[in-house]
């Protein structure tokens, strides 16, 4: 354990923290536009995490754009401010914040951002500003990520030793930079996992939930419920249709643009319960699984409701909206022999009972009035 023990924890802000990703999509692809360039998702993969000055010249040169990177900069920063006070914390991000400052364990923010961006993000997020002891963006170092300065600076500013620092990291850069500082890296991936992108974390989760403080010698967390995690609610609307080889429903996240609604935040995986809208009918209790869907087409998210109770009809093509409330367990990955690709294991049995059982105590039954599951013809947007 003492060599697991750390003393003082150091976070990545977007993408680790805050859903700027998922929030901002879209942005680069509409100012392309104006310039009749269309949008590469691979080499806008590749610049994740990297410094905004990194990335303005090389998307410049990538797309052969008629800017310098300081004119593309100047033109594209204000339409991704426009969009920072919409940018919600990602599932678990508000409880590990809190959790750590409850126990004074020293906590920094190291951002390739620069720091006024870095400032301006928090700013919309109630508490953080105070929750941190520590504040850097990557025009405060003389080298951003993948270089390990922003790194060995906080933990020199907090006067803690790099070795007894934990850091959180959803980039391959941040990944490596915290490696080169000689700190402990925990993986928390906002693209699809790719494990050779990731190999030289200590460990890789698939959400801040997953994470437990106590493997890594700090106070553990004490907000569990009869095996149930509260969470901050998030919603997702969808239309069920036919495909598990179990016989399961399965819902593809559907998100119509003309609702503008809000995306379901990017690191959500596990095994989530809460209430479910089905057509016209009432609100039922639900547990699902959610994990990645990753095809030729693209990656996407893939969920698989199971309702708790007896529904007499077909209920492929239906529309559905689920109000998640509450988090179970992390998806146990297994291999197929055959092809060797990575599986999950479906909702068990035990999932269904400890969902049931949890739905019907106060902190989760109130849910159940939520308005977004009494109005279908609501927007989604209204109650994220």
Same mark, same amino acid.
């Given at each position: 354990?003492?060599?697991?023990?750390?003393?003082?924890?150091?976070?990545?802000?977007?993408?680790?923290?805050? =859903?700027?990703?998922?929030?901002?999509?879209?942005?680069?692809?509409?100012?392309?536009?104006?310039?009749?360039?269309?949008?590469?998702?691979?080499?806008?993969?590749?610049?994740?995490?990297?410094?905004?000055?990194?990335?303005?010249?090389?998307?410049?040169?990538?797309? +052969?754009?008629?800017?310098?990177?300081?004119?593309?900069?100047?033109?594209?920063?204000?339409?991704?401010?426009?969009?920072?006070?919409?940018?919600?914390?990602?599932?678990?991000?508000?409880?590990?914040?809190?959790?750590?400052?409850?126990?004074?364990?020293?906590?920094?923010?190291?951002? +390739?951002?620069?720091?006024? +961006?870095?400032?301006?993000?928090?700013?919309?997020?109630?508490?953080?500003?105070?929750?941190?002891?520590?504040?850097?963006?990557?025009?405060?170092?003389?080298?951003?990520?993948?270089?390990?300065?922003?790194?060995?600076?906080?933990?020199?500013?907090?006067?803690?030793?790099?070795? $007894?620092?934990?850091?959180?990291?959803?980039?391959?850069?941040?990944?490596?930079?915290?490696?080169?500082?000689?700190?402990?890296?925990?993986?928390?991936?906002?693209?699809?996992?790719?494990?050779? =992108?990731?190999?030289?974390? +200590?460990?890789?989760?698939?959400?801040?939930?997953?994470?437990?403080?106590?493997?890594?010698?700090?106070?553990?967390?004490?907000?569990?419920?009869?095996?149930?995690?509260?969470?901050?609610?998030?919603?997702?609307?969808?239309?069920?249709?036919?495909?598990?080889?179990?016989?399961?429903?399965?819902?593809?996240?559907?998100?119509?643009?003309?609702?503008?609604?809000?995306?379901?935040?990017?690191?959500? @995986?596990?095994?989530?319960?809460?209430?479910?809208?089905?057509?016209?009918?009432?609100?039922?209790?639900?547990?699902?699984?959610?994990?990645?869907?990753?095809?030729?087409?693209?990656? $996407?998210?893939?969920? $698989?409701?199971?309702?708790?109770?007896?529904?007499?009809?077909?209920?492929?093509?239906?529309?559905?909206?689920?109000?998640?409330?509450?988090?179970? $367990?992390?998806?146990?990955?297994?291999?197929?022999?055959?092809?060797? @690709?990575?599986?999950? *294991?479906?909702?068990?049995?035990? =999932?269904?009972?400890?969902?049931?059982?949890?739905? =019907?105590?106060?902190?989760?039954?109130?849910?159940?009035?939520?308005?977004?599951?009494?109005?279908?013809?609501?927007?989604?947007?209204?109650? *994220?």
């Amino acid at each position: 354990m003492d060599e697991a023990h750390v003393e003082a924890v150091i976070l990545d802000l977007d993408g680790t923290l805050l =859903d700027t990703e998922r929030s901002t999509d879209g942005v680069l692809k509409e100012f392309l536009a104006r310039y009749g360039k269309v949008l590469d998702p691979e080499k806008e993969v590749k610049r994740l995490g990297k410094m905004h000055c990194e990335s303005a010249a090389a998307i410049v040169i990538d797309y +052969n754009l008629p800017l310098t990177a300081e004119e593309f900069s100047e033109k594209i920063i204000p339409m991704y401010q426009e969009r920072w006070p919409q940018v919600k914390p990602l599932p678990g991000a508000n409880r590990l914040i809190k959790h750590l400052r409850k126990h004074g364990i020293p906590l920094a923010l190291a951002s +390739n951002s620069v720091r006024k +961006n870095v400032q301006k993000k928090i700013s919309y997020q109630q508490g953080w500003k105070e929750s941190f002891s520590v504040i850097l963006g990557g025009d405060e170092v003389n080298h951003g990520k993948p270089s390990p300065d922003i790194y060995l600076e906080s933990a020199k500013m907090m006067g803690v030793d790099p070795s $007894r620092c934990l850091v959180i990291e959803d980039s391959s850069v941040g990944i490596e930079a915290a490696k080169a500082a000689g700190m402990k890296v925990v993986a928390i991936p906002s693209i699809p996992f790719r494990g050779d =992108d990731f190999g030289a974390a +200590n460990c890789v989760l698939y959400s801040l939930l997953e994470f437990l403080p106590d493997q890594w010698g700090l106070p553990a967390f004490q907000d569990w419920v009869q095996s149930t995690l509260p969470i901050e609610p998030f919603y997702v609307s969808g239309v069920l249709r036919d495909g598990d080889p179990h016989g399961t429903p399965i819902l593809m996240e559907h998100l119509p643009e003309e609702n503008q609604t809000a995306p379901l935040p990017i690191q959500t @995986s596990g095994v989530f319960f809460g209430w479910a809208k089905l057509g016209t009918r009432g609100a039922f209790k639900v547990v699902a699984s959610i994990q990645w869907d990753i095809s030729p087409a693209g990656a $996407r998210k893939l969920i $698989r409701p199971h309702v708790l109770a007896e529904i007499s009809s077909d209920t492929a093509g239906e529309k559905l909206r689920l109000l998640f409330v509450g988090f179970i $367990r992390k998806l146990h990955r297994e291999r197929r022999a055959k092809e060797g @690709s990575s599986t999950t *294991s479906a909702v068990s049995e035990e =999932d269904k009972s400890v969902a049931a059982a949890a739905l =019907d105590l106060p902190a989760f039954a109130d849910h159940k009035g939520n308005p977004f599951l009494a109005d279908p013809s609501n927007p989604l947007k209204a109650y *994220s």
